[in-house]
T-cell receptor
Framework: SQELEQSPQSLIVQEGKNLTINCTSSKTLYGLYWYKQKYGEGLIFLMMLQKGGEEKSHEKITAKLDEKKQQSSLHITASQPSHAGIYLCGAEDSGGGADGLTFGKGTHLIIQP | DTAVSQTPKYLVTQMGNDKSIKCEQNLGHDTMYWYKQDSKKFLKIMFSYNNKELIINETVPNRFSPKSPDKAHLNLHINSLELGDSAVYFC????????????FGSGTRLTVV
């Protein structure tokens, strides 16, 4: 199985500022998933990327997968307190949608008012 | 309607006891999983079941045994609980070949005392 490196491990951002979280693998990423976890709660699905160069947006969150399919970034514009939580990237060893996910160690995001 | 539901949400038990955590999904998915999240929030896959067959079995102690009575249920039974088993356990499900990703339950916080 592959290993995913997330950076930064933690991030403190002033409300209204933009931020980026990165997820990197040494292997090709098949099905890159971004989830958000609020402290003490379950995982909320954000986005899934499959194709090299793909970019998806939802509200103020944009996720990209690079052309080589080895790195993904999650960008939040004009951050709000509701964005606080743990962001996890997960990837499949092969495409198919049913192999399970290997996760990075997460990025803890704190939004300062 | 809850897509993936786990019970109980919290479980406190003594060392040496045997306990089960139940999981049910109403999404019609054909694959279900158990993940363990440790105190550092690292999420790691333990098992997955596809059509009642175990297809991933990570290096977890054999005190842990998944049981799937049907496609909609995957229960986790743990024998002889140890202090190190304290963690949050997440159930998830997916559909092979689909692009809808993995849906996670809200987690079961297990504390062994």
């Amino acid at each position: 199985s592959q290993e995913l490196e997330q950076s930064p491990q933690s991030l403190i951002v002033q409300e209204g500022k933009n931020l980026t979280i990165n997820c990197t693998s040494s292997k090709t990423l098949y099905g890159l998933y971004w989830y958000k976890q609020k402290y003490g709660e379950g995982l909320i699905f954000l986005m899934m990327l499959q194709k090299g160069g793909e970019e998806k947006s939802h509200e103020k969150i944009t996720a990209k997968l690079d052309e080589k399919k080895q790195q993904s970034s999650l960008h939040i514009t004009a951050s709000q307190p509701s964005h606080a939580g743990i962001y996890l990237c997960g990837a499949e060893d092969s495409g198919g949608g049913a192999d399970g996910l290997t996760f990075g160690k997460g990025t803890h995001l704190i939004i300062q008012p | 309607d809850t897509a993936v539901s786990q019970t109980p949400k919290y479980l406190v038990t003594q060392m040496g006891n045997d306990k089960s955590i139940k999981c049910e999904q109403n999404l019609g998915h054909d694959t279900m999983y158990w993940y363990k999240q440790d105190s550092k929030k690292f999420l790691k896959i333990m098992f997955s079941y596809n059509n009642k067959e175990l297809i991933i079995n990570e290096t977890v102690p054999n005190r842990f045994s998944p049981k799937s009575p049907d496609k909609a249920h995957l229960n986790l039974h743990i024998n002889s609980l140890e202090l190190g088993d304290s963690a949050v356990y997440f159930c998830a499900s997916s559909m092979r070949g689909s692009n809808y990703g993995y849906t996670f339950g809200s987690g079961t916080r297990l504390t062994v005392v």
